[in-house]
């Protein structure tokens, strides 16, 4: 079964516009960590930020904002603003104490930034 | 800022050819894993590591091996490369914390064979 489902495959925006990636997770551990990660045409996966089971407090960072509800397991990531420098491969990840760090990866959704 | 590379970055070899992809870390995370990965699509985990003379297989069938006898350095190998083996191959490394830490990843090896 898949443990990290990331439903929307292809969005496509134009500049400026705002976009929110959405990501729903399966666990029955009741301590949990979820990633997401951004990978660039470069193809380096580059991490963005990291959410504990224990902390549903939401966060912004600059433009980008993460929103943690337990209560429909989902991690959902808005970019408000968007730019052209924002395409790229987002994936989200989860990480369960019980297997020591493997992590589960989403099938990723492919971001395209239109100018 | 993470320090983990990867080499050769690119790859064109030929069928039947033995490969050996290097990695290493100088962060000294216990922790190691090798990523298979298609040009933007999902990650399969193939081989991971806890430590030095540990290692597993990952949820991917691979062909490939790995050694780690040093912390910071953990090679992939390929004993005959098949066009099937045409991939991108990510490695990672993490602290040590009940899957609390985030893995950090290097810039990855693009393999073509041909």
């Known amino acids: 079964a898949q443990k990290v489902t990331q439903a929307q495959t292809e969005i496509s925006v134009v500049e400026k516009e705002d976009v929110t990636l959405d990501c729903v997770y399966e666990?029955?551990?009741?301590?949990?960590?979820l990633f997401w990660y951004k990978q660039p045409p470069s193809g380096e996966l580059v991490f963005l930020i990291r959410?504990?089971?224990?902390?549903?407090q939401n966060e912004i960072s600059g433009r980008y904002s993460w929103n943690f509800q337990k209560s429909t397991s989902s991690f959902n990531f808005t970019i408000t603003a968007s730019q052209v420098v924002d395409s790229a491969v987002y994936f989200c990840a989860l990480s369960e104490p019980n297997t020591g760090n493997q992590f589960y990866f989403g099938t990723g959704t492919s971001l395209t930034v239109i100018p | 800022e993470a320090d983990i590379y990867q080499t050769p970055r690119y790859l064109v070899i030929g069928t039947g050819k033995k490969i050996t992809l290097e990695c290493s870390q100088t962060?000294?995370?216990?922790?190691m894993y090798w990523y298979q990965q298609d040009p933007g699509m999902e990650l399969h985990l193939i081989h991971y590591?806890?430590?030095?003379?540990?290692?597993e297989k990952g949820d991917l069938s691979s062909e490939s091996t790995v050694s780690r006898i040093r912390t910071e350095h953990f090679p992939l190998t390929l004993e005959s490369a098949r066009p099937s083996h045409t991939s991108q191959y990510l490695c990672?490394?993490?602290?040590?914390?009940?899957?609390?830490?985030?893995?950090?990843f290097g810039p990855g090896t693009r393999l073509t064979v041909l």
């Open positions: 590591s806890y430590g030095v003379n540990s290692t």
């Open positions: 666990t029955r551990d009741t301590t949990y960590y």
């Open positions: 959410r504990n089971s224990f902390d549903e």
């Open positions: 990672a490394s993490s602290a040590p914390g009940q899957g609390k830490n985030e893995q950090f």
């Open positions: 962060m000294g995370h216990d922790k």
